[in-house]
C-alpha cells in the first residue's frame, strides 16, 4: 500500500481537484511523500512572482506523464498549501497514476 493513496482528491466537472503542500527553493524537483492528505511537492524555484508555481506543475506533469497544460492553480498562489485543478481526468485515472510514483 502507497502512501499516496491517502491523498485527498476530489472530481469535479471537468477533472480532479489535488491538494499539494509546496516546498519552494529546495534542493532538488520532487513528490515527497503526503502531509494531512496533500501531495508534497518541491521544487527548486524561489517562490517569486509565481515561478514557483509553475515549477510545481511541471514536476506534477512530468511525473505524471501528463502535458502541463492540464494542469491549473486554483487555490493558493502565495500559500504553501496550493490546489490544483488536472483536467481530463478521473478520481480513479489520478491514484492509478499515483500508485506508479
Known amino acids: 500500500m502507497s502512501e499516496y493513496e491517502f491523498i485527498e482528491l476530489k472530481e469535479i466537472v471537468n477533472g480532479v481537484v489535488l491538494q499539494v503542500k509546496a516546498k519552494p527553493a529546495a534542493r532538488k524537483n520532487a513528490l515527497n511523500g503526503v502531509f494531512n492528505g496533500a501531495l508534497k511537492v518541491s521544487v527548486t524555484t524561489a517562490p517569486e512572482k509565481g515561478k514557483a508555481n509553475k ?22 498562489e502565495t500559500s504553501s498549501e496550493k490546489k490544483f485543478l488536472i483536467e481530463s481526468v478521473t478520481v480513479d485515472s489520478l491514484r492509478s497514476i499515483l500508485s506508479k510514483c
Do not use: M, N, R, T
Open 55 to 76: 515549477s510545481i506543475i511541471k514536476v506534477l506533469a512530468k511525473e505524471f506523464g501528463l502535458s502541463p497544460k492540464y494542469f491549473s492553480l486554483i487555490f493558493g
